[in-house]
Every structure is written in C-alpha cells, then in structure tokens.
C-alpha cells in the first residue's frame, strides 16, 4: 500500500507563487513580450517542488516509481502525465525537477503523474527497457484510477525534452506491431500530447540528438536484426503516425537544444498524417524556461495544457 504523503502545504505554496500570474490565450507565433533572464541549466537543476501526495513503484528497479499529485477538493480530476527529460540519462536530473510543474499543476485542479523511469545509464534502460518503464507506468496509473478520484477521459501526457519523446511515442503505442517488446494494451489511451523541446523524431534528428545529448540512436532504438530490420519501427514517434493524437509542441524560442524548427517540422510531418498539431514558440525562452512553473513562459505553457485537456 502507498503511504500518503500531506502535499496540502505544498499546493498551497506552489498556488500563491501563480496567484499572480494569468493564463493567456495560446499563439502559435512568438510576440514581443521578452523574458528578461532565460533559464540556463543551473536553474533548471536546482527546480523543486512539493512532496507527493502518494508514489507507487512499477518495478523492482530504484528508477521504476510514479508519484502522485492530487488537487485539493473531490474531484475527479484531469491527469497531466509528466515525463521528464535529461537526454535519456541520469547526468541531468530526472523527476525531482518535475515535482516544480506537478506541484503548479496540482494547484490549478489538474492531478499530475509524474514517472520516474530506467534511463541508459542505468541497468535496464535504454532499448526496451525504457519503452517498457512507459507501459507499466501508464498500466500503474489505469490501476489507481479507481481508487483515487482522476479522470482518465481527461488526459494529457506532457513531457520535456528527451520525456517529449517518450510522451510523444505514447500517443502510437496502438500502432507497435504485436511482434515488438514494447507491445502492450493501450490503455489508458493516449490522445493529447503537449512536448515541451522535445525531440521526438529519432530518424531524422539523429544527428541533433547527438550534438545536443550526446546519444547513439542504438541507445534509444536499439540494433536491427531479422526480426526487426528497421530500428524505428517501434521507437520513434514520427513513424507510429498517424494515430488520431493532437499534439501541442511547445518550444523556447532560444532553445539550442530543440530548437523551434525540429517542432515545426513534426507538426508538418504529423499534419501531413492526419493528425493534429501546433506548434507554441515561447518568446525569449531557453530549453529550460519550457519546464519550469517559476519561469515567465509558464502562462503560455500551462495555457496549452488546459487546452489540450478540453480539446475533443
């Protein structure tokens, strides 16, 4: 059994720090209002946010655990999948700094289920592991649907980063061929999608990913053979479309490490499938403001949350 944490102090804290600021309407172009200190990494590193309200592990792993965020009140609540980033790897922290944007979601009557997963550095991560931490998780939270008050038909998976990814590759998970080991029930479905500088086409941005993670594609997709020629089949986002997903990319306009033309180009290829996508470009943001509930671009971000969640 979970043992409940009191997150009330938390909530309370993480709502008076956005009492002051309003929710804007979402712009798919960026405008003059201009951020006066982009976030740099230091920054992000040093994110924090409220303990839990519970955490349930997936796994016998260390790294196979997902918190939970409930709002104050009854319920039930709109869920936010929160998948962090960090290039796949532990260097670049990992859920901790996420508990920043569970906790403002909390205070904004939006529950978050924030997973925490095995990444390449860590045994069992990588190709398949990684993948497979995504499916118990989302397995794990179907399960505490009945018994917390979370609404599941009001779901969105929001990821950053390297998590944009793997928020993004949920959206498809209908679409694994059964033969993969990242097969699995779609269930609890995943329809909306808001990726936050992610870098979620593994085929063509092979070469970004490497310059700004430093990681080899058979980290992520693995290595072909017989039975699987072709690596991204089952691993990347962009050929798992389409899917019936609406996906809002979400960019800093001086992200170096995604930058705004790797969203343009998947929504163009997502449109191009018959999905729906959008692309948000924070003004004067770095990578690092997209994910932080302190930054100046959290209006704009948590605007696209709560659209995704009403969007049919």
Request: hydrophobic content about 50%; some cysteine.
């Amino acid at each position: 059994m979970p043992r409940l944490i009191a997150s009330t102090l938390g909530v309370l804290l993480a709502a008076a720090s956005l009492a002051a600021v309003a929710a804007v309407a979402v712009s798919a172009d960026t405008d003059h209002a201009v951020p006066a200190a982009p976030m740099k990494l230091a920054d992000y590193m040093a994110l924090g946010g409220p303990a839990p309200s519970a955490t349930f592990a997936y796994g016998a792993a260390p790294s196979q655990y997902a918190e939970l965020f409930l709002p104050a009140g009854k319920g039930p609540f709109p869920v936010a999948v929160l998948v962090h980033g960090g290039c796949w790897t532990k260097e670049f922290g990992g859920i901790a700094q996420l508990r920043n944007l569970a906790g403002a979601l909390a205070a904004q009557g939006i529950a978050a289920w924030n997973v925490e997963y095995r990444r390449v550095d860590e045994a069992g991560g990588g190709y398949p592991g990684t993948y497979q931490d995504m499916n118990a998780a989302l397995a794990t939270l179907a399960a505490q649907a009945r018994r917390y008050p979370l609404d599941l038909e009001r779901l969105v998976a929001v990821g950053h980063s390297a998590g944009g990814q793997l928020a993004q590759w949920m959206a498809g998970r209908a679409r694994i061929p059964a033969s993969s080991p990242l097969a699995a029930p779609a269930s609890p479905q995943v329809r909306r999608v808001v990726s936050l500088g992610g870098l979620a086409d593994l085929r063509r941005e092979a070469a970004l990913i490497k310059s700004s993670c430093g990681r080899d594609l058979v980290q992520l997709a693995g290595t072909p053979g017989p039975a699987r020629p072709d690596v991204f089949v089952d691993t990347n986002a962009a050929e798992l479309l389409p899917n019936g997903s609406r996906t809002v990319l979400v960019t800093g306009e001086l992200d170096k490490v995604s930058p705004p033309r790797v969203a343009h180009d998947y929504a163009q290829r997502a449109r191009a499938a018959g999905d729906a996508a959008e692309v948000v470009i924070l003004p004067g943001a770095s990578h690092y403001d997209e994910v932080a509930a302190s930054s100046a671009s959290w209006p704009r971000v948590l605007a696209a949350i709560r659209a995704a969640l009403a969007a049919e």
